[in-house]
């Protein structure tokens, strides 16, 4: 069992609850005891920044890797991400990491970024959309996160990670399981609801939910058709299939 010392770190707007965070940070717990922290940090880009960037900066001194967990709501349009409450401003994912993580930051992401997470708890335009997926791929590019995890549902339900989460940290950070597909197989509430995209430096994956009435082969099937197939259907398992695409 790996104990080394983990930090949670929980980026979100104001009147925005990062569940997903703060379960994992429970889950955790009874492994990692004193080597696990949990940062909740709250940005609001119509006020000053500095206080933000102060707080992140003496939390992270003693951290060696991380779980950042990034939650707001985006622009269905372009995939621009909220920056303040009630829809007031918003700005591509790349210019938002750019003054949540500038380069001091980074640098501390690098100590065993291997084991580094990003999940971009957002609707599905974030990666759907071809400037904002292009600006994801910009993130992973730089070689700071194993993995970051966008969905692709346009209403997405951020309460349908809560277990998909949990497990993962538990998989990467203690049982040293770094992979995705074993994860992805017990989360079939989650594939009903989304699909998942994984973005790494060189390669996208898009993780399809896969059963033969409500979604063939990968693909939503519509809503009449699927009630007709939904008895015929009952006996097959859901599946998971992935599709690799370079950049």
């Avoid at 429970?26 to 949990?38: E, I, M, Q, R």
């Avoid at 933000?52 to 939650?71: A, C, D, K, R």
């Avoid at 709501?73 to 938002?96: I, W």
């Avoid at 538990?170 to 509430?189: F, K, M, P, S, T």
Wanted: neutral net charge; proline residues 7%; contains cysteine.
């Amino acid at each position: 069992m790996n104990t080394t010392p983990l930090a949670i770190i929980s980026i979100h707007l104001p009147g925005i609850t990062d569940s997903p965070s703060i379960l994992t940070y429970h889950h955790l717990a009874p492994y990692l005891h004193g080597n696990l922290v949990l940062i909740n940090l709250m940005f609001n880009f119509n006020k000053p920044r500095k206080h933000f960037n102060s707080q992140l900066e003496n939390m992270l001194q003693e951290w060696t890797q991380f779980l950042v967990v990034i939650t707001t709501h985006s622009v269905p349009e372009s995939g621009d991400l909220h920056t303040a409450p009630n829809n007031t401003s918003a700005a591509p994912v790349d210019q938002l990491w750019v003054v949540l993580f500038p380069e001091h930051f980074c640098n501390l992401l690098k100590r065993e970024k291997s084991k580094n997470i990003l999940n971009l708890v957002s609707f599905g335009a974030l990666s759907s959309q071809p400037d904002s997926r292009d600006a994801v791929k910009g993130i992973a590019a730089q070689d700071l996160f194993d993995k970051i995890l966008c969905f692709l549902q346009p209403n997405f339900q951020p309460s349908s990670t809560h277990k998909f989460v949990m497990d993962l940290a538990l998989q990467n950070y203690v049982h040293d399981w770094i992979g995705l597909i074993n994860v992805l197989r017990e989360q079939q509430a989650l594939g009903a609801h989304t699909h998942i995209v994984l973005f790494q430096p060189n390669t996208i994956t898009t993780f399809r939910w896969n059963h033969p009435g409500a979604c063939p082969m990968g693909n939503n099937t519509p809503a009449p058709i699927c009630a007709q197939n939904a008895g015929a259907s009952k006996l097959h398992l859901p599946s998971l299939r992935d599709s690799n695409q370079a950049f």
